[in-house]
């Protein structure tokens, strides 16, 4: 069983949707949690990063950690078709490394 | 912003031969990061460092290895390249040895080897 747990999709919405992405995860030592975005041909660049249990918003972008739950979501308000990319959850190791989630492609319809 | 510059974005060479693939960070982060990402496999770690000439093996090092002889740059090195190597290399960085510390990635190097 992998460690982090993400559904590959492909999420295709229309524009203006409320988007939900999930991560699952199974080692509770975990502490930070992120999110990138990643476009087709670039890097993965950071999106949203947070710390323990709550919520956190930032523009559109809102992130939820569920600790009880090892449960992690990112929503996208009045998603747009720039959005359309590749998002990946990402979590600290404890070992300065991170361990990535497998990505959900995202695809906002005009 | 942070910069982190991967010198290739797109590599071809062929079975046997040894691979270079370079990167520099121009924001004096200590820790540095090799990855490939593979379709359906996420990205997986091959090795990090921590600082100059300090290096660590990742999840799947095998077939790899890495020098950082200056802080700002990370060399990773396929010794005998093979075809299951072909995929998309990524390096990052981050500030500290601190937990938690966000990583700042390249745009990453495709790489297929024939």
């Known amino acids: 069983q992998k460690e982090v747990e993400q559904d590959p999709g492909p999420l295709s919405v229309p524009e203006g949707a409320i988007v939900s992405l999930n991560c699952t995860y199974s080692?509770?030592?975990?502490?930070?949690f992120m999110w990138y975005r990643q476009y087709s041909r670039k890097g993965p660049e950071l999106l949203m990063y947070?710390?323990?249990?709550g919520n956190k918003e930032d523009g559109r972008f809102t992130a939820q950690v569920d600790k009880s739950s090892k449960y992690i979501s990112l929503f996208i308000r009045d998603s747009q078709p720039s959005d359309s990319a590749t998002y990946l959850c990402a979590m600290d190791t404890g070992r300065r490394a991170l361990t990535f989630g497998s990505g959900t492609r995202l695809q906002v319809q005009p | 912003d942070v910069k982190v510059t991967q010198s290739s974005r797109y590599l071809v060479k062929r079975t046997g031969e040894k691979v270079f693939l370079e990167c520099v960070q121009d924001?004096?982060?200590?820790?540095m990061f090799w990855y490939r990402q593979d379709p359906g496999l996420g990205l997986r770690l091959i090795y990090f460092s921590y600082d100059v000439k300090m290096k660590e093996k990742g999840d799947i090092p095998e077939g790899y290895s890495v020098s950082r002889e200056k802080k700002e740059r990370f060399s990773l090195i396929l010794e005998s390249a093979s075809t299951n190597q072909t995929s998309m290399y990524l390096c990052?960085?981050?500030?500290?040895?601190?937990?938690?510390?966000?990583?700042?990635f390249g745009d990453g190097t495709r790489l297929s080897i024939l």
């Open positions: 080692n509770s030592a975990f502490q930070y």
């Open positions: 924001m004096d982060h200590e820790n």
């Open positions: 990052a960085s981050s500030l500290n040895m601190n937990v938690g510390q966000p990583q700042h």
């Open positions: 947070t710390y323990s249990s």
